[in-house]
């Protein structure tokens, strides 16, 4: 099918935005990610929350769901999955009774520390792109960029913008 010089325009105008190239490097790095963790029988998401434990023992469902950028419900098949892998253990809160945190178990820390290095392995080789002071540009572009967008701006600001 032929395409148009507007159509030809049109794709290099959504390819150029940044939008677009920070997806695009994101699905190709979970991919990669996916890759490496399949060896540990582990999703981005198991492996993103078992590191979140490592960092933040005893944390809730919900606290360890924000922490990994997930919705409450997510991380409920996540948590009930790793815990049925003997990865994780929950015990329930003295102060609150519905609560119950969560954290590593020894056979959970193991599998994290070999799958941690194979992930690890995936960032090394994006990062070997860049130099020293490139990824620390990289970085605090990244995170302003997320920032920008963590709190959505109402909607009759961004159509202002727009016109």
Known sequence: MARSKADAERQQEI???VSTLMQHASS???ARKSEALATFD?????YTA?????CNPGVSSAQL???CRVTPQSMSVVTATLEQRGLTERM?????????AITLTRRGGALLAKADAAARAVDKRYEAEFTAAELATLR?????ARIALDDPAP????????S
């Open 140 to 144: 605090r572009l990244l995170e302003r």
């Open 50 to 54: 078992l590191l979140m434990l490592r």
């Open 155 to 162: 909607a009759s600001a961004v159509d202002r913008a727009a």
């Open 15 to 17: 390819n150029e935005r």
């Open 42 to 46: 582990l999703t981005v998401t198991q």
């Open 28 to 30: 190709v790095m979970v």
């Open 65 to 67: 769901a924000r922490l």
């Open 92 to 100: 329930p809160v003295p102060i609150h009774t519905r609560v119950m």
